[in-house]
């Protein structure tokens, strides 16, 4: 699908057309559409999966549930944004705050679409296992298998935002700027001297008649003790590359019939040095999966124990990581 007629729902575009997402992200082309649109579906995708969460203790534990799952994911967003803004900046980024602001939306545009997809699941066990323990680590589960594609989504964004030099930018105008040695491209046919005999006088002076080589044919060379050897140019061979040397360096970004034979592809950079921006979002990953665990505990309850009464929010003792192993421990 491409990007001139973009899809209704801003998931399929997503998932069916990631490129033309990237590519609006790197050109800052109609950002704040889209940020806004991405925001509206995960909203809406994440209050449906929290009313099926909150229905296993009541239908007004549903209702709150539905309002503070998509506050869960926006309060984290909020809290987190700032410091992979920063971390950009202090190594050399030039991503803006919207381009920020968009990539890590479309994980969470991903996340919450994965996750409402999972909500008839919920709602199966819900209906024929009714246990409390059960039901809380299988959405757990399901949320935590959600968020790691959804950030599969953000590093994959990174990562072309990275080959369009967004990430270092230093090294990518270094690499730009190398000089590099261009020979020109001769006719298809070229004129070279006859090859010479072992032993004999070449020819010098305007008499020296050329002979013309088309591609495909063997040109004779002339080696240090004066025999001829014959350089063979397969007839495959483009005509623009006949002659040039193997091994010249084009600038990058050179269309590929202007590569000489024999030499390898040119690649804007070398793939085994990360930049220290894609390190560090590995590291805000982490960060953003730790602050939203711990905001998550703090607005329970999502669930609702079902011998408990109703409660907008809970008494905050513990942590959610030891409630986990709790859980599975008493299951």
């Known amino acids: 699908m491409s990007g001139d007629r973009p899809s209704p729902l801003v998931i399929e575009r997503i998932l069916r057309d990631r490129g033309s997402i990237w590519q609006q992200i790197v050109a800052e082309r109609d950002l704040n559409a889209l940020t806004v649109r991405m925001l509206s579906s995960s909203a809406i995708a994440l209050a449906c999966y929290g009313a099926v969460l909150g229905a296993f203790h009541s239908p007004l534990m549903a209702l709150t549930s539905a309002l503070k799952l998509p506050l869960l994911f926006l309060v984290t967003l909020a809290i987190c944004l700032p410091t992979l803004y920063l ?50 680590l299988l959405n757990v589960a399901i949320l935590t298998l959600s968020a790691v594609v959804g950030l599969r ?65 063997a040109v004779a060379e002339s080696t240090p003790n004066g025999a001829a050897t014959a350089a063979p140019v397969p007839a495959h061979v483009p005509a623009q590359w006949a002659g040039q040397p193997v091994g010249a360096s084009f600038p990058p970004g050179a269309p590929v019939a202007q590569r000489p034979w024999g030499s390898p592809p040119v690649r804007r950079g070398d793939p085994s040095q990360r930049p220290a921006s894609m390190t560090l979002l590995y590291i805000w990953i982490l960060l953003f999966g730790f602050v939203g665990t711990q905001l998550a505990w703090t607005l329970r309850p999502f669930f609702g124990d079902p011998g408990q009464d ?19 421990a008493n299951l």
Do not use: W
């Open 87 to 136: 971390f950009n900046l202090v190594f050399g980024a030039r991503l803006s705050v919207r381009q920020s602001l968009a990539l890590v939306m479309v994980a969470i545009t991903v996340t919450s679409m994965l996750a409402v997809a999972f909500a008839p699941i919920s709602l199966f066990f819900l209906i024929t296992a009714p246990d409390y323990g059960f039901f809380k």
């Open 153 to 217: 989504f953000l590093t994959g964004g990174m990562q072309v935002l990275n080959d369009h030099g967004l990430l270092a930018p230093e090294a990518a105008n270094a690499q730009a700027h190398a000089p590099v040695a261009v020979q020109a491209a001769p006719a298809p046919a070229q004129a070279v001297p006859a090859a010479v005999p072992a032993g004999a006088t070449p020819a010098t002076g305007q008499g020296a008649e050329p002979v013309a080589v088309p591609v495909g044919a």
């Open 310 to 328: 109703f409660a907008f929010f809970r008494s905050i003792d513990g942590n959610f990581y030891a409630e986990i192993l709790r859980t599975i």
